[in-house]
């Protein structure tokens, strides 16, 4: 055990050390190849392939002098080789000893303002790049390979494979990892029935998504203590403007899964609480929020709060329009407060049709996506880091709290690609790495220099907290009135992430039921759940409906009508495992 916190420190100053050399060289591909060897030694695949996309979107940067970063490539490269320690040198082979010359030709100056105004030397610079491309490259692709076959992303694995395979056929590494994904994707097909003579033919069919570590991770040092003083103000403070009644305190809860350490069953997490009585019918929160998303390209819905806009009546004069990008708003004060919040990161930057107008089996993801990039839009209008919009800041990401530095163990391929942690983030390599960079791109973020900021473990941490916290419906014609939590398989279309809402616990018996259209409203019950034991006809009274003074408000993520098993199965997703309120347990007979 202690051999491995030993190499578990040694990893994790490692990362700390490439971090602070990637802010000298931000356009380094041997930098992210060797951050990729040290996520992949730490047990987390998925930030190893997005290291190495990095290094993909480099490489391809080198073989087109006309892409914007193709002298930074080269440069950082060429700076690379000359300037970076040996512990640093790990994950890619050695430029050849005899050519230093070449390499100083490309190296930028200190005086240099812009790479752009370099000329570099022709021979060494085609020299460079024919080495790139013969010794880096393959490299990248098996280490985007096997990362993503960890992921359980086949089918991205194996387009890595092939594409290394081609400058690379004899490479005996993509081979190996080649066969292993079709091993690993011939046994699925025969799981569910449906063996295939030539896999190759059905790829678009191929699983391409898995479950990560969902963690705090040990370098975030912006995730707040959700129960200080300074933070339990704060949040009382945001609450006291959208329901006066109400307070947030913290709350021992039942553990779901292997969240916490061994031997304890319960969690600490915050809740609301009635701060007086609180009659049955009685409204108790009226809540706004920018952190919305729809994936209906076409229908009119408030840019900012993804009001209905034609279902509202708001077109007779009270709608607004931005003159420069015609995207519509509900009203001139949703425009001003975009333009303020976040507009002006997306505005006329063909992010529109990004993850819209999915089939319904990718709504709920493409709806997450969308979630992430309205946060990157507020974090880069509002210059601050993603984690630190006020938005997320104290939503509570689901994450394990095991101690890594007792549980951890160097992952292997034959034992555990991530460290024996539990894995309860879905991870999909385009929704997780590709667009959220490509969104990035076109919002003219250079994702090299601003890797501090905008990088796949916050991308992830990001996804965890919307995937425990958003709400979701219908849009249009076929609006519901009732919300639901995002994820249920019936393929919503409007989103939002709502910080004060958000912050009460689910319970399938609960005291207020919620609407969203526009903002999100408590509405204490009027009658509360009926309790019907499964396999048998035994049944509790309701509880009598109302809130008093002290009593917790208890939302629900679910239809409260369904039996128990239903209900467990489509809250799994937002709660993180089984739901265990006291009417799930008295149901199931635990």
Known sequence: MAESRTELQALLAKLDNIRNWLDQLPYSIQLYLEQADS?????YPDLAAGAAYKALLLNDAINDDSDEYYQNAISGFASSCIQLPVELRSAWPPWPAEDPVRLKSLKL????????ELD???DAEKAAVEWINGSLLPVINLTLARNLYACQCFRSAYKHCQIGLRSSPKNNALITIRDSILGAVGAHFESIGEPSDDLREILDDWPNSGLVRRECYPWNDIEPNRFSSESLDFLNAEMSMCAPKLEVKAVDLPALGGEVSEGSSMIKQLGVFAKEDIQPGESVLKETSLLTANNRLQDALCDACSIDIEDRSLTNGD??????????FCSQEC?????????????????????KDVPPAQAADSLYLLLLLRSLALAETQEVHPLEIKEVKYIWGDYHTLDIARTWRPPTAADDFFAKLPCTLLFN????????????????VNIFTDHRRYDVWIFNTLFAKFRGTASARLSGATHTSSGLKLGRRRGPEV????PCWCLANHSCDPNVRWEWGGKVEFTVRERRA???????NEARSPVVAGIRKGEEVLSHYCDVGLDVQSRREWARGALGGDCRCERCAWEAHE
Not at 319 to 328: K, Y
Not at 530 to 536: G, M, N
């Open 109 to 116: 100056n200190d005086e240099a303002e812009d790479a752009e």
């Open 39 to 43: 996520f992949q030694r730490l047990g």
């Open 530 to 536: 009926s309790w019907i034991r499964l396999d048998s």
């Open 335 to 355: 425009l001003d407060t975009a333009n303020e919040l976040y507009h002006p990161a997306v505005c006329d930057r063909d992010v529109d049709s990004i993850a």
């Open 495 to 498: 989103s939002a992430v709502h």
């Open 429 to 444: 390599f385009e929704s997780n790495v590709v667009l959220p960079f490509h969104m990035l791109t076109k919002m003219d």
């Open 319 to 328: 709608a607004a329009i931005c003159t420069d990008c015609s995207v519509v």
């Open 120 to 122: 570099f030397d022709h």
